[in-house]
């Protein structure tokens, strides 16, 4: 049985305390652009082209189930279903297509938990209100195509390139041994209706895909031992750069077993998180020319992750801890709360960045006014002074994420729930 449930959001959780400098970066500021859900309390833009148009998910009214949505000045456009009740946009390029995940009213395929539900999962390509790519297919064998982990960990933020190609997950017909009867998921690239299957690193099983450029590089993370690790009681997964057939390790922090990559720069730099020594706490992690980063969190915070690189190098995610967490830019290897280049009187906390264009444009989600409610928001660089900045210290006590429980670490024992594959 499928056991993903569309939840909320998306994103992580990271750790010690590393804090890194933080300083003005030029002293840009930003216009914030609430631009609403399609009915329910919960919205999340999950990627931006470089025209400004976005692409992300939804709640509808009564936040029951929730669909995926593109939007372009000011208007907001359901994208509807494969027939099922949820799906889930992640993905757009500068051709304005989108990548829609979505369930089908069909049952009876493999046992996986990529899907919202219980039903048969597919992916499809929206372009001006026609699906100019119906079905995206399978991998030999198997029976769903999905965009795994749907909101979480800031996937989905480029999950196709302006060649037309598209990345995604799809289950084979093979049971993962280390926990069945689920079957084991990989990633694939599609490109012009043929489904390549990218491969594993190691002898590892199981594989996810976050993001591609327009180098046809794809970015993720793999299974790279066929059985649990003793320590961690599950498979470890190292971040990888698939490119032209063959997929790199691109390892974690020294001492650490862990890593993701979330999103990938045109130049070939990549982004994501990795443990630290202990494998209990993250940071933000950046790859280049075969070395990694550590950038840190946020001074006072413990936990930090990156979603989304663009081609100056400036880097967006987010860094919390128990009570707190805010959405942040990195550039140069200095990190700025978003919160303090918008106006303090915009009525705005900005949570989560999830994606970066070439304009810089940033997009994430926050809370704006209405601490019940879960708002997306597009910031929109000014060379306009502030004269009185927002605060830097972004509690999330008394919200609607202490309500639930969201915070940087739950989400990220989400994600190790769904590597397992079990129910959380």
């Given at each position: 049985m499928k056991s993903r449930t569309l939840t909320l959001i998306s994103f992580i959780t990271l750790f010690t305390a590393m804090a890194i400098p933080v300083r003005l970066l030029g002293q840009l500021n930003y216009i914030a652009t609430d631009f609403g859900s399609l009915g329910g309390s919960f919205s999340a833009p999950n990627t931006i082209n470089n025209r400004g148009q976005i692409a992300g998910s939804s709640n509808l009214e009564g936040d029951v189930v929730g669909h995926a949505f593109f939007w372009e000045g000011g208007k907001m456009t359901?994208?509807?279903?494969?027939?099922?009740?949820?799906?889930?946009?992640?993905?757009?390029?500068?051709?304005?297509?989108?990548?829609?995940?979505?369930?089908t009213p069909l049952f009876g395929g493999l046992q996986n938990t990529m899907c919202a539900t219980t039903a048969i999962c597919r992916m499809f390509v929206w372009r001006k209100g026609v699906r100019v790519v119906p079905d995206l297919g399978t991998l030999?064998?198997?029976?769903?195509?999905?965009i795994y982990d749907l909101l979480s960990f800031g996937q989905g933020t480029s999950f196709n390139n302006n060649r037309h190609q598209v990345i995604g997950q799809a289950d084979i017909p093979i049971t993962d041994p280390n926990n069945p009867p689920f079957a084991i998921s990989r990633a694939f690239l599609w490109d012009r209706g043929l489904m390549t299957d990218l491969g594993v690193l190691g002898d590892g099983h199981n594989v996810s895909a976050s993001a591609i450029n327009d180098e046809s590089q794809v970015v993720g993370d793999s299974e790279f031992t066929s059985g649990p690790d003793p320590v961690l009681n599950f498979p470890p997964f190292h971040a990888f750069l698939w490119d032209k057939g063959a997929m790199t390790d691109l390892q974690a922090f020294p001492g650490a077993k862990l890593s993701i990559a979330l999103g990938i720069s045109n130049a070939g730099q990549v982004v994501g998180l990795s443990t630290v020594p202990g494998d209990v706490d993250f940071h933000t992690a950046a790859w280049s020319n075969g070395t990694v980063t550590d950038l840190g969190t946020f001074p006072g915070d413990s936990l930090s992750v990156a979603n989304a690189v663009n081609q100056r190098g400036r880097i967006v995610g987010a860094s919390g801890g128990s009570t707190t967490m805010r959405?942040?830019?990195?550039?140069?290897?200095?990190?700025?709360?978003?919160?303090?280049r918008i106006p303090a009187s915009s009525g705005w906390q900005l949570l989560y960045a999830i994606d970066i264009n070439a304009r810089g444009q940033i997009t994430g989600w926050g809370i704006h006014n209405n601490p019940n409610v879960i708002s997306a928001f597009l910031l929109t660089p000014t060379n306009d002074r502030i004269d009185s900045p927002g605060q830097s210290a972004r509690t999330i006590t008394g919200t609607v994420l202490e309500k639930k429980g969201i915070t940087l670490r739950q989400l990220f024992r989400h994600r190790l729930a769904e590597r397992l594959r079990t129910k959380n």
């Open positions: 359901d994208l509807g279903t494969l027939g099922g009740p949820i799906s889930v946009g992640a993905g757009i390029n500068n051709s304005g297509e989108v990548v829609v995940g979505a369930d030999e064998g198997g029976t769903d195509t999905a959405a942040m830019l990195w550039e140069n290897g200095a990190g700025i709360d978003l919160n303090t």
